[in-house]
C-alpha cells in the first residue's frame, strides 16, 4: 500500500519558520519526483516544491522561490520541506505527493498518490 505522511506543520509568526516531513512507504521511492503542494480555503491547490528523483533539480513557484528549501534521503524515503520567512498567504494544509518530472506540481499534470496534510498556520 503506497502511504505518504506530511507532518511539522504548525502555528508560526510571520517571518518565522517550519520544517515539514514526508514520510513515504510501500512503493520505490527513487523512482519518483516528490513534489509538496497546498491547498487553503478557498483557494485552487498550488504547487510549491519539487524534487527529482536523484535529487539534482529542484524547482519552485515565485511565491515561494527563496524561502522555501526541499530536500530528499532516498535511503530514509523520506523528503523535507524547510520554509522561511513564512508569511500569512502561506497558511495553507500541506501535502507531500509522488509526481513525475515535477509536471504536477507545476500543475500541468497529476500526483500519482498523496497522503494526508499537515496544517501551517502563519499568524501573529
Known amino acids: 500500500e503506497v502511504q505518504l505522511q506530511a507532518s511539522g506543520g504548525g502555528l508560526v509568526e510571520p517571518g518565522g519558520s517550519l520544517r515539514l516531513s514526508c514520510a513515504a512507504s510501500g512503493f520505490t521511492f527513487d523512482d519518483y519526483a516528490i513534489g509538496w503542494f497546498r491547498q487553503a480555503p478557498g483557494k485552487e491547490r498550488e504547487g510549491v516544491a519539487c524534487?527529482?528523483?536523484?535529487?539534482?533539480?529542484?524547482w519552485y513557484p515565485d511565491s515561494v522561490k527563496g524561502r522555501f528549501t526541499v530536500s530528499r534521503d532516498n535511503a530514509k524515503s523520506t523528503a523535507n520541506l524547510q520554509m522561511d520567512r513564512l508569511k500569512p498567504e502561506d497558511t495553507a494544509v500541506y501535502y507531500c505527493?509522488?509526481?513525475?518530472?515535477?509536471?504536477?506540481?507545476?500543475?500541468?499534470?497529476?500526483?500519482?498518490?498523496w497522503g494526508q496534510g499537515t496544517q501551517v498556520t502563519v499568524s501573529s
Open positions: 505527493g509522488t509526481d513525475r518530472g515535477c509536471i504536477a506540481t507545476m500543475g500541468i499534470g497529476t500526483f500519482g498518490s
Open positions: 524534487i527529482a528523483s536523484n535529487a539534482h533539480t529542484t
